[in-house]
């Protein structure tokens, strides 16, 4: 199992940036896949960014493309989501997940059964 813990949210206002960072430890990170979800008010958890176990490719929900950006450090056991442009609809809690597969397919990346380990969330809120 992988203890993660996000950190980095807050109040920004629209066409501001935060970076969201992950603290991981137990297990070897560099064995994990590694992923950001969000869940806003009344709606559903969805995905946002994926990365694989080197960081050697990357996955982004449509809405965030060209604005977020996720990293890993394996060396530090932390992973990071740069946010840009940040926009009032992307007001939620943001968590993130760890994997450690098989994922088969690009797509499993994607997909939050895939993710075994959860950190507890950080929110971020943004002002219009």
């Known amino acids: 199992q992988v203890h993660l813990v996000e950190s980095g949210g807050g109040l920004v206002q629209a066409g501001g940036s935060l970076r969201l960072a992950c603290a991981a430890s137990?297990?070897?990170?560099?064995?994990?896949?590694m992923a950001w979800f969000r869940q806003a008010p009344g709606k559903e958890r969805e995905f946002v960014a994926a990365?694989?176990?080197?960081?050697?490719?990357?996955w982004y929900v449509d809405s965030v493309k060209g604005r977020f950006t996720i990293s890993r450090d394996n060396f530090m056991s932390a992973g990071y989501l740069q946010m840009n442009s940040l926009k009032p609809e992307d007001t939620a809690i943001y968590f993130c997940?760890?994997?450690?597969?098989?994922?088969?397919?690009?797509?499993?990346?994607?997909?939050?059964?895939?993710?075994?380990?959860w950190g507890q969330g950080t929110q971020v809120t943004v002002s219009s």
């Open positions: 990365i694989t176990r080197s960081g050697g490719s990357t």
């Open positions: 137990g297990r070897t990170f560099s064995n994990y896949a």
């Open positions: 997940a760890a994997g450690g597969g098989p994922f088969v397919r690009s797509a499993s990346y994607r997909a939050s059964m895939s993710y075994t380990d």
